[in-house]
């Protein structure tokens, strides 16, 4: 018998956040879910690749948000470009346009 607990899937614990929290930078997603920042940054870069999240500019920052509930949302390829190291720049938002939301509005929700 095996006594493992499965972990949860990192693209998806950070796709998870974004809905709870609404809009985040990297950094503060990062710090929020106990992940690397490159770690983050690759997941998210992920999540924008298969429609699922989006960047938006606001006060000289990059935010996070996702693009699509999760009932509608295709899944995202184990193992889909996760070593990726560039950085945000240069990549383009596919997020609709608008500040940044949930941003210091509430706690993130749980569940």
Not at 34 to 63: C, H
Request: aromatic fraction near 2%.
């Amino acid at each position: 018998m095996d006594t493992k607990t499965a972990k949860p899937d990192p693209t998806e614990v950070v796709a998870e956040t974004l809905r709870a929290c609404g809009d985040l930078t990297a950094a503060a997603l990062a710090e929020k879910i106990g992940m690397g920042y490159s770690t983050v940054t690759a997941k998210l870069r992920t999540l924008e690749d298969a429609g699922r999240a989006g960047r938006v500019q606001a006060n000289g920052r990059t935010f996070w948000r996702l693009t699509t509930p999760p009932a509608q949302a295709p899944a995202v390829e184990a193992g889909a470009d996760t070593n990726n190291t560039d950085t945000d720049s240069g990549r383009g938002g596919g997020a609709a346009a608008g500040p940044p939301r949930g941003v210091g509005s509430e706690p993130c929700r749980s569940g």
